[in-house]
């Protein structure tokens, strides 16, 4: 079976690497990944969430923060504050920091993204027979900034600046993706939607992470137009999002912050959505009934992802109520 799916960082590379454990020996991953919250710090170019998949995916990843590597240190951090350099507040460890300079270095030499994360990705996960690919959703430069007001005045800040500096406190006066209307998908990644088995939408955030995926031109269309079937997987659960901070993003979008309100903001393909199948957590089997008539079959199941077992389960959920849908038979 070929799956394909669209990830963000913590919450799609969690529920990825559940996936891979109950793949078949035949099963195929595509992941594409979420490159808005990319970031040009100290003259390296950084892509959080594609680091994140890539070192989840490849048991490389500190599982405790959920981001950045095992067995971390902060020398090269602690020696750039010492001199004065900003930003101090981006944590950039030292074993990480080599993955930021290939990259650099590779994109420099002028290889597309694209090329760089394979190279990348040969590290983690191993020769060419790893079941899993990871694609940026795109080659092009595209970042996500807010608006918030700094002394008075409405200010453009990158995304990470709100999301890690700022803890998503001030105010959330716009979303602004630098770039992604004039972006084009990666090579592969309108190949791997239109020709999957499967679609997932893993439960990564819907603005900043599918969001962006889901703008870059032609794949929304693409996941509209696929024969697979597409399901998704609530990123909130109770009424929050269950870490970070999906829930300013979504108000300001004027969607509810609850898993009946993100599904029916992704909305179902019948009715020219992005999906057909949606899972919500057990303790939000409300939505079953609140989603009834929209299209979106629903249904509810655990949805927290304590460990890889749990995430496993999720990945089954997922590809069992996929088994139960047509797909599209007009794309
Ligand atoms: P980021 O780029 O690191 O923010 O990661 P993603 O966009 O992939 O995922 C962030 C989302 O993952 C947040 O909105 C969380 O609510 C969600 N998330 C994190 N852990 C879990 C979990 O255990 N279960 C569910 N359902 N969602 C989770
Ligand atoms: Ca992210």
Redesign the pocket.
């Known amino acids: 079976m070929r799956i394909t799916a669209l990830?963000?960082?913590?919450?799609?590379?969690?529920?990825l690497r559940g996936l891979l454990h109950v793949l078949g020996p035949d099963d195929e991953v595509v992941v594409v990944g979420?490159t808005a919250?990319d970031i040009w710090l100290f003259g390296l170019k950084v892509c959080?969430?594609l680091d994140?998949v890539m070192y989840t995916l490849g048991s490389g990843i500190d599982d405790v923060r959920?981001?950045g590597r095992l067995d971390e240190s902060w020398h090269a951090k602690e020696e750039l504050a010492a001199y004065g350099v900003e930003p101090t507040w981006f944590g950039l460890g030292d074993r990480d920091l080599a993955t930021h300079i290939v990259r650099t270095q590779m994109l420099q030499a002028g290889y597309p993204l694209s090329d760089v994360t394979a190279a990348l990705c040969s590290r983690w996960f191993g020769d060419l027979r790893s079941p899993v690919r990871l694609l940026p959703m795109s080659d092009d430069r595209v970042e996500t900034h807010v608006v918030v007001p700094r002394d008075g005045v409405d200010t453009a800040i990158h995304f990470q600046e709100y999301w890690v500096r700022l803890q998503a406190a001030p105010a959330l006066r716009d979303v602004v993706v630098v770039g992604l209307d004039s972006s084009a998908p990666a090579p592969g990644v309108l190949e791997a939607i239109a020709g999957c088995d499967v679609l997932l939408v893993?439960?990564?955030?819907?603005v900043?992470?599918?969001g962006t995926v889901l703008g870059v031109p032609g794949v929304g269309e693409a996941v509209r137009a696929t024969s697979a079937p597409v399901v998704g997987?609530?990123?909130?659960?109770g009424g929050a999002?269950?870490?970070?901070m999906?829930g300013p993003l979504l108000r300001h979008l004027g969607v509810e912050v609850s898993a009946a309100g993100v599904g029916a903001h992704y909305g179902a393909r019948s009715e020219g959505g992005v999906l057909d199948g949606w899972l919500v957590?057990e303790s939000d089997a409300d939505a079953v009934a609140a989603l009834r008539g929209t299209g979106l079959v629903t249904r509810a199941t655990p949805?927290?992802?304590?460990d890889v077992a749990?995430?496993a389960q999720?990945a089954a959920a997922a590809l069992d109520l996929a088994a139960t849908l047509p797909g599209r038979t007009d794309p």
């Open positions: 990830s963000g960082g913590i919450g799609g590379a969690r529920f979420n919250d959080p969430d994140t959920g981001w893993p439960p990564s955030n819907p900043v992470s599918v997987l609530s990123p909130v659960v999002a269950v870490r970070g999906a957590d949805l927290l992802m304590p749990s995430a999720m």
